[in-house]
């Protein structure tokens, strides 16, 4: 049997939920995912990763007698008695298009793709309606500021789904922005590893390749016993931690 | 739902020994690692080796070959649709590449396919970028460091996890390239986590004998998804994103190259044909199929498509006998059962432990022998811990994090798991998790070689759906890896291909009328299609109500 249906079947209590304003009675302690495929829902659009990662199933819904829009992901929510909800799985935002590699990381790039972040009321819906407790808000102000950096901080676990567009005043695609700023931030405005660039040089110099030849050929009796002999760096070990042996670095 | 009374106070039995396990990992007293033999008893109670959970495949290129009966039932079946019924002459759309799968592999192949002057199509199940990369969580392995690590030596660690059985050019090939796929990354402005100076963090995993994993806190696989999938999104016109459209059969050509595919239209319900030059096969892994009933880590569309496609094609499968189950997913609270707990959790010194708050396993073992440590710690030796849903599992105890290395840690560097059981009302920076193997790879796959050709001129494969990398066991942070390294390289593959190699000829679907025969002559037809495309997760008392509804697999 499927984890999906055990689920179904350990819960017991059945409460009343409104599906798009359509009563069902589903089992209390399922999501709001699960609830629908309890109902008789099969997903096409709004499922994705079904482990709050993906942003293809969020939902906006109410409680009785309470006037806040609340929001979830329909994976990761609990069902609550009497709620009725909505899933929105695509809400229309324009992105720009841009060449990356013209780009410098300068607060112009962003101010010149989207320029509507001047549109921005400050009005906070677009943190509020975010499921993932981003401070949607908060990046944009940043970038108005021009601090690309703490745009792609703040922004860095926005899962994209497109709630903070719905909701905004300014008719601003929020997501697409923090995505410009993490990249900008990523490629332009963090230090490039040196390390990394060395080792792809040496590897492009087959520095490595004899160590790797004589390893394909190994028999495999050898190959394990060169494996169960390979020293270990000590979970502990500082970055400047060095094996004894530097044969085949 | 926080933890009930009666875990609260198992929980106390952890905080107990904590003290001392926290004292033992300051001095690097670890329980130590079985030696290769007493990994090999330890394998004993991995499910890969129930033989009553496989059979013999009886069609097909490797008839003979003993895989899990999920994985047989959908091989052994029939196309979705007759393929008389497909019209080959009315094409809808031509592309130079098609890629079939929008997920981390499809999607390098598209950007470098795209870089070698073709018009890409990628035609994909669900949205761009749905697939289980935006799930990985841990990190992407490559020796970066050359003051202490090289290619050589994650060599080694690459084919020690897969049991020395990996194809050697291909894990060559993966340590080889990795490098140069992380820099690529980090020059599409991908945010790895680093020091000040730029210097990449790296840590442990499991089977790895240098901290090699980079990461972007505990989101790697979205972080890496959203940052190239924006990228094909700067080459409007020239990389083309079919949504909701998956493939469900490949088209093969008169002289038996791969010439496109039929597609399906989730949406409209219309079957497609797209005419190619070349084929990428990314279609990912199959923890849908939920292989001996074992809850999933994976993604909703990861039902094995590309497997089913490619073999009927003609595609042998190798290494499809091993599949991978995570050690740490989640087995309470119950919302969140089967999801994915990183091995960062371990790599930052969280202990597991049994319901006597006593360690049983080193925390870095593969994954293979730590997944068979937990289940041999619950069902046989009765270590386990009672869930409320009447399951078993052992704790992740992150609180010691915290005090390894300082209060506030576990929040910063795993805010994805802080905030998912935050809305349980559980804080993991004070109580630990309860968790038990859940399935997260398919290890084997199409058979490829390191250019990610097959042995069908024209179909290159890249990522999941293939086999012989990872041999019989994966290790942590090489599964990001082999989506970079060989999606890059079937991209640029099948690119050169259309421009230098193709061959027009007259579209085909012979090779499948030819397999649905055979699976009539070999007496295995229950009625079955393939591929799934989506698993089937509605209430049977709904289903039996639903009196006109016709299904075709698990699709109405």
Known sequence: ?249 | MPYPEELKKLIKVVESTRAERVERKKRNEEVPFLSLDERNEMLQYHPDVKEEGRRELQVGPSKGYKIAHEMADLIEAKCRVEPDKINLDKIDYETDVLVIGGGGAGTAAALLAQQQGAKVMVATKLRHGDANTMMAEGGIQAASKGHKDSPYFHYLDVMGGGHFKNIPELVETLVTKAPEAIRWLESLGCNFSKAPDGTLKTIHGGGTSRKRMHYAADITGAEIMRTIRDEARNCPGEIVVLEFSPAVELILNEHGHCGGAVLYNLETEEYLVVKAKSVVMATGGSGRLHIQGFMTTNHYGATADGIIMGYRAGVPISFLHTVQYHPTGVVFPEQAEGILITEKFRGSGANLVNIDGQQFVNEREPRDVEAASIIKECVVKGKGVPTPTGKLGVWLDSPMIDTLSGEGTVQREFPGKHILYKRFGIDISKEPMLIYPTLHYQNGGLDFKNDGTTCVPGLFVAGEVGGGIHGENRLMGNSLLDIMVFGKIAGESAGKYAKDSFKDGKLSLEHASKYNKEVDEAGVDNGRVAPMILPDYTDPRVREKQLTAHYVGTLR
């Open chain 1, 1 to 249: 049997m499927k984890t999906e249906e055990v689920t179904a079947e350990v819960a017991a209590k059945l409460i009343p939920i409104y599906i798009m304003g359509k009563k069902y009675d589903v089992p209390e302690s399922l999501t709001i995912m699960k609830a629908m495929e309890y109902a008789g829902y099969k997903y096409i659009r709004g499922c994705g990763c079904r482990g709050g990662v993906c942003g293809a199933c969020a939902t906006v819904y109410r409680k009785p007698g309470d006037y806040k829009i609340y929001t979830g992901l329909a994976c990761q929510t609990v069902v609550e008695p009497e709620m009725y909800l909505t899933q929105l799985p695509f809400y229309p935002a324009n992105r720009a298009v841009y060449d990356f590699a013209e780009l410098e990381g300068k607060p112009e790039d962003v101010f010149e793709l989207y320029p509507e972040l001047f549109r921005c009321v400050a009005c906070n819906a677009c943190t509020k309606v975010c499921p993932m407790d981003v401070e949607v808000l908060d990046y944009i102000s940043a970038l108005k500021r021009g601090d690309i950096k703490a745009a792609a901080e703040i922004s860095f676990d926005c899962i994209q789904c497109g709630l903070c567009a719905s909701r905004c005043f300014a008719e601003m695609p929020q997501y697409h922005i923090g995505q410009l700023a993490r990249r900008l931030n990523g490629a332009y405005l963090t230090p490039r590893a040196e390390h990394l660039k060395t080792m792809v040089a040496n590897i492009e110099a087959e520095r490595f390749k004899e160590g790797l030849d004589s390893l394909k050929a190994m028999d495999t009796d050898t190959l394990k016993e060169t494996y169960q002999d390979r020293e270990m760096e000590p979970a502990t070990a500082g970055e400047d931690w060095a094996p004894k042996d530097n044969t085949y670095l």
